[in-house]
């Protein structure tokens, strides 16, 4: 079974239309984040959560809402999809660093991505 | 998936050769540096990394190098296999509260068999 499970992996919907993407995880780790991909660009961070209680925008939060429903559950949704939404969506879980400044390693592990067309 | 690797600087390279993929970061703060692997139709994985107090880390038929003077990543594959035809993207990040991750757009290895 994947470690970071995303659902559904293919969505398309209209414009207007209300859309969630769900994301758990296994690996015990308290980060989790949400991504998105387009052609030509880097994954460019749109919400990251460190805990249950802890949410923070990304570079690109405008036009998206998440919730952290448990550690293991990061939701991100869409209130009234547009098309230059439509993108790959990838969720991605970390561990916390030991000591801030100690130890920075920030491997990510991604799921296996939600790809989103809205028409 | 396929849109992923559009417009993508592509290296094609033989089976069983060596390929070098190359990245260059942008900011002198960053400290730790990350090479993923994505494969048509899947997420981004880990392949190796690197902290900015090392120039070179070898892994299974991977080897990152880090040239901070130009900053400048390369990540080499030994004896090229089909299996390694994916994009492959380098990651930097910076120490601190938050550790923000910067990723690349990064490059589509091909490999002809």
């Known amino acids: 079974d994947a470690d970071v499970t995303q659902t559904p992996r293919n969505r398309i919907t209209k414009t207007g239309k209300r859309i969630m993407l769900e994301c758990s995880q296994t690996k015990g780790h308290d980060r989790m984040y949400w991504y998105r991909q387009d052609p030509g660009l880097g994954l460019r961070l749109i919400y990251y959560?460190?805990?249950?209680?802890?949410?923070n925008k990304g570079e690109i939060s405008d036009g998206y809402s998440v919730s952290r429903q448990a550690q293991a559950k990061f939701s991100l949704s869409l209130e009234s999809a547009i098309p230059n939404q439509t993108a790959l969506y990838f969720c991605a879980t970390s561990d916390s660093p030991r000591l801030a400044g100690a130890d920075t390693k920030n491997i990510q592990y991604f799921g296996a991505g939600t790809r989103l067309s809205v028409l | 998936g396929e849109s992923v690797g559009l417009h993508l600087p592509t290296l094609s390279v033989q089976e069983g050769d060596n390929s070098i993929i190359n990245c260059a970061y942008s900011n002198s703060a960053s400290d730790y540096f990350i090479w993923y692997k994505q494969e048509s139709g899947k997420g981004p994985q880990f392949i190796i990394d690197i902290r900015s107090n090392m120039d070179k880390r070898q892994g299974q038929r991977v080897t990152v190098l880090l040239n901070k003077t130009v900053k400048h990543l390369s990540l080499q594959i030994a004896a090229t296999q089909p299996g390694d035809s994916a994009v492959y993207f380098c990651?930097?990040?910076?120490?601190?509260?938050?550790?923000?991750?910067?990723f690349g757009i990064g490059t589509k290895l091909q490999v002809i068999p």
């Open positions: 990651a930097e990040n910076r120490s601190g509260g938050y550790q923000k991750v910067t």
């Open positions: 959560s460190f805990d249950v209680k802890d949410i």
